[in-house]
Nanobody, 123 residues
């Protein structure tokens, strides 16, 4: 059983910073891509958007609105991914979900999701 647990969300004023963490545990052989998604208030799960992603080799991808403000990183030894969020804006308010493509014993490969952490940015 593989689990992803996010932490670091909270309430912050516009212009402030937060750092999200997501620790992966369980029967893990290796982890391919890891990413952060967000679901804004009132949006459905299908409207969850990719914020940032990072490959096992360190290649990164960012959604346009967060470029220059957010930084994704990972510690492969700890199976943990981070999202440093600076210059936060009210429109960044959302539940942030961690995602990981995990190679395990069974199933051999699967996408896993955390339960989410709420980020609220006040104006």
């Amino acid at each position: 059983q593989v689990q992803l647990v996010e932490s670091g969300g909270g309430l912050v004023q516009a212009g402030g910073s937060l750092r999200l963490s997501c620790a992966t545990s369980g029967s893990i052989f290796s982890i391919n891509a890891m990413g952060w998604y967000r679901q804004a208030p009132g949006k459905q799960r299908e409207q969850r958007e990719l914020v940032a992603a990072i490959t096992s080799g360190g290649g990164t991808l960012y959604e346009d609105s967060v470029k220059g403000r957010f930084t994704i990183s990972r510690d492969n030894a700890k199976n943990t991914v981070y999202l440093q969020m600076n210059s936060l804006k009210p429109e960044d308010t959302a539940v942030y979900y961690c995602n990981a493509e995990v190679f395990s014993d069974y199933p051999p490969i699967k996408d896993y999701w955390g339960k989410g952490t709420l980020v609220t940015v006040s104006s």
